[in-house]
């Protein structure tokens, strides 16, 4: 079982940053693929970011590319996501999630791949 908790988020200005963190528990952690999800109101869940046990070669959005920035440290078994020069189309409540293992890439931004999912935290973005 994996439980996972995010913090990190809030209010911010268009142009502005925000760090969100994910930490994990798990003895495994290091084998799961990790994403990052968001949900804006009265939209679908989507895709924002994805990494692999490695850390190497991490998978984004098109719509965040450039922008933001995911990394892992598989000793605090945790995940980050950096997210620069917000706006106002990010507000979202976004979501950690991890796989039960390691992810092939063409399922990294597929919402049903992950199994453990975190209960959110809201990010808003003014303009």
Not at 1 to 12: A, D, N, R, T
Not at 83 to 87: A, Q, R
Not at 91 to 99: L, P
């Given at each position: 079982?994996?439980?996972?908790?995010?913090?990190?988020?809030?209010?911010?200005q268009?142009?502005g940053s925000?760090?969100?963190?994910c930490?994990?528990?798990?003895?495994?952690?290091?084998?799961?693929?990790?994403?990052?999800f968001?949900?804006a109101?009265g939209?679908?869940?989507e895709?924002?970011?994805a990494?692999?046990?490695s850390g190497?070669?991490?998978y984004?959005?098109d719509s965040v590319?450039g922008?933001?920035?995911?990394?892992?440290?598989?000793?605090?078994?945790?995940v980050?996501?950096q997210?620069?020069?917000?706006?106002p189309?990010d507000?979202?409540?976004?979501?950690?999630?991890?796989?039960r293992?390691?992810?092939?890439?063409r399922?990294l931004?597929?919402h049903?791949a992950?199994?453990?999912w975190?209960?959110g935290?809201?990010v808003t973005?003014?303009s």
């Open positions: 079982q994996v439980h996972l908790v995010e913090s990190g988020g809030g209010l911010v268009a142009g925000l760090r969100l963190s930490a994990a528990s798990g003895r495994t952690f290091s084998s799961y693929t990790m994403g990052w968001r949900q109101p939209k679908e869940r895709f924002v970011a990494i692999n046990w190497g070669s991490p984004y959005a590319k922008r933001f920035a995911i990394a892992r440290d598989n000793f605090q078994k945790s980050a996501l997210m620069n020069s917000l706006k189309e507000t979202a409540v976004y979501y950690c999630a991890a796989s293992s390691e992810l092939l890439t399922f931004a597929t049903s992950y199994a453990y975190g209960q935290t809201q973005v003014s």
